[in-house]
Nanobody, 115 residues
Framework: QVQLVESGGGLVQPGGSLRLSCVAS????????MAWYRQVPGNQREFVAS???????NYADSVKGRFTISRHVTRNTAYLQMNSLKPEDTAVYYC?????????WGKGTLVTVSS
């Protein structure tokens, strides 16, 4: 069973920054991709960013130029650097790993952008 633990969420003012972390219980060398999603209560979970095994990255249009996904293989950790945060970025952020054709999710970390 793959486990993912997210951290780094919190309350930040508009225009501020946060860095989310996602620690996996498996080696990132065994994964096809890692991704971040977010969900506002009452809404569907939406894609934010992903990084593939070859380090190719993809971003939702709403976060391009503001968010950066990265990973540290030896730490089994993926990151989401979020800059220029907006109130509409408020959500629970979830980490997902894809390995051997299976998706695994973390429990999420709450990000609140408010003055």
């Amino acid at each position: 069973q793959v486990q993912l633990v997210e951290s780094g969420g919190g309350l930040v003012q508009p225009g501020g920054s946060l860095r989310l972390s996602c620690v996996a219980s498996i080696s990132l060398l065994d994964t096809d991709a890692m991704a971040w999603y977010r969900q506002v209560p009452g809404n569907q979970r939406e894609f934010v960013a992903s990084i593939a095994a070859d380090s190719t990255t993809n971003y939702a249009d709403s976060v391009k130029g503001r968010f950066t996904i990265s990973r540290h293989v030896t730490r089994n950790t993926a990151y989401l650097q979020m800059n220029s945060l907006k109130p509409e970025d408020t959500a629970v952020y979830y980490c997902k790993v894809v390995t051997y054709g299976m998706d695994y999710w973390g429990k999420g970390t709450l990000v609140t952008v408010s003055s």
